[in-house]
């Protein structure tokens, strides 16, 4: 059995997990769904900047809503969750976020802390949430007091919709060993497909268009001579 020697566990080793979560919405955040846009549907990269092999080549994304309470009262519509698959050359890789949650991991043992030392537990931040119109997904690590002490790592990445519809994804990372860098990535949503008629008269006008090249070609081919016999000038017109 462990024994409890002041406020440490002895014996066996024991793993700390605490997490924190606090909605945006709480906080009176939360704003209109007309307020911010819906990024579902298909995208497919456009451009990079600069490009690099871990980049997503297309995405398929999926925003949720929610109408009513967890009584099931109709309340002011939010966007609530979003579910990204983001095709990658080393396969797909999804991930599915709340709206407007905020919260940090601890890891370590307990009893690892000396009181006055170093802080010995590695850390984590996350957060998915509303910027005016820029939906922002932030994740984080560090090993001291606070977000940007000891040995830290932050990761930014923001949404945003162009004004000619476009998706644009910028994601900024940066650590206390590595100075700040930025990717621009734009995506653009695949064309329509056609509906049946439309997808039957472009196959007639393919098959006109073959007819047409057909017939041209045997003309040409009549006009021709045939091998090993003489053409025939009109009178006149002959040296």
């Known amino acids: 059995m462990n024994r409890v020697s002041n406020g440490t566990v002895t014996g066996y080793r024991i793993a700390l997990l605490l997490v924190f979560l606090m909605p945006s919405a709480a906080r009176g955040q939360a704003l209109a769904v007309q307020d ?3 990024f579902s549907g298909r995208w ?15 995405m398929t994304v999926r925003q949720s809503l929610a109408r009513t309470n967890v009584r099931g009262e109709p309340m002011t519509p939010f966007y609530k969750e979003i579910a990204i698959d983001r095709e990658l050359e080393s396969g797909t890789r999804s991930e599915t976020h709340q709206i407007g949650i905020q919260g940090g991991v601890v890891g370590g043992v307990v009893g690892s802390h000396r009181p006055g030392g170093p802080p010995s537990r590695p850390r984590g931040l996350f957060a998915v949430k509303w910027d005016d119109a820029v939906l922002v997904f932030e994740e984080g690590t560090y090993s001291g007091e606070t977000s940007q002490s000891g040995p830290w790592t932050q990761r930014r990445e923001e949404w945003s919709l162009e004004p000619d519809g476009r998706l644009r994804v910028a994601i900024t990372t ?22 049946p008629e439309k997808q039957a008269a472009r196959a007639r006008l393919a098959e006109r268009i073959d007819d047409e090249r057909q017939r041209d070609e045997a003309a040409v ?13 009109p009178e006149g017109l002959a040296r």
């Open 44 to 58: 497919i990269l456009a451009s990079a900047d600069p490009p690099g092999p871990e980049i997503s080549k297309a």
């Open 36 to 38: 911010r846009p819906d």
């Open 174 to 195: 940066r650590g206390s060993s590595d100075t700040a860098r930025t990717v621009t990535l734009v995506y653009r949503r695949p064309p329509p497909p056609l509906l």
């Open 221 to 233: 081919e009549c006009e021709r001579p045939a091998p090993g016999v003489a053409s025939i000038q």
